[in-house]
């Protein structure tokens, strides 16, 4: 079988929509284990074969022309269609099976989806699940992820966003911290209290957003303990060393057995959604559409 055909050019063309999706020859390429220059050549073959340029190559960016962008919605078609061949072989086969990545919040998906994915296995035992967990932005592209799990609204419109719970976020501190050095009155007594902050991919801590006056406002608190791990956050908050602000989704074992209270309520209550993600235009195999209704029930 030639390189112009066959799997040389489903190849091809996998590259090419990863190229497109993620804007970059070396992202794509490391994504199906190539060198830059061999991602590059792959595109560049394909491009011979059908006589058209598939993107404007610039120092700064790559960005789709008019025929990429033509061949990107019937490749997209043309692979998803090839999935939807090989799972409806392994469904006539029997059992559903196959592997889910799923990428978690480290909190979310210790106290809450380790205990769902056991029961889904229950159910459908030959299904296996890749999980990462991390707090940081799944890109689904690059990292090859099926479904993701976040907080806040939707980040990107090549996703989409299925609404797992409605929740908010508070303020909250272990009962001994609050008896030893007090209770703050305002948002603003946070700045002297001791306090535990999520880190981003960046190293800057995240904000915590309040209302006061009716006025949205935020504090970055420095001096504090940081940690890009939310379920760290937690521990060191339930340990006593400081004020943290959480989703009370994350809190609420805690905050039921007495380790945590909850202060502030009337300034921190703003809703903050956890979305159940996957992409757009991607065919979802039986699998992957299963455990979608099984979170979302």
Known sequence: MSRSGGAGRLA???????????GSFSAAGRKHGLSPAAASAAIARLEASLGATLFERTTRQLRLTEEGRHYRHYGEQALDLLAQAEDGLQAGG???????????????????????????????PQVRHALTLSDATANLVQDDIDLAIRYGELPDSDMVARLLHAGRRVVCVSPALAARVGLPATPGDLARLPALVLTGNDGAPQEWRYREDGKRRSLRLQGAWHSNDGEIIRRWAVAGHGYACKSLL????????????????????????????????????????????????
């Open 250 to 297: 994350d809190i609420g074992d805690d905050l039921r057995a007495g380790r945590l209270q909850t202060v502030l309520d009337e300034y921190f209550g703003d809703s903050v959604p956890l979305n159940l993600l996957y992409r757009r235009s991607r065919f979802q195999p039986p699998r992957v559409a299963l455990l979608v209704d099984f979170l979302l029930q």
């Open 94 to 124: 029997g059992a559903v099976r196959g592997v889910v990545r799923i990428s978690a919040p480290s909190d979310i998906g210790r106290q809450l989806l380790l205990p769902m994915l056991d029961r889904f296995a229950a159910l459908h």
């Open 12 to 22: 091809e063309i996998s590259v090419f929509l990863d190229a497109a999706a993620l």
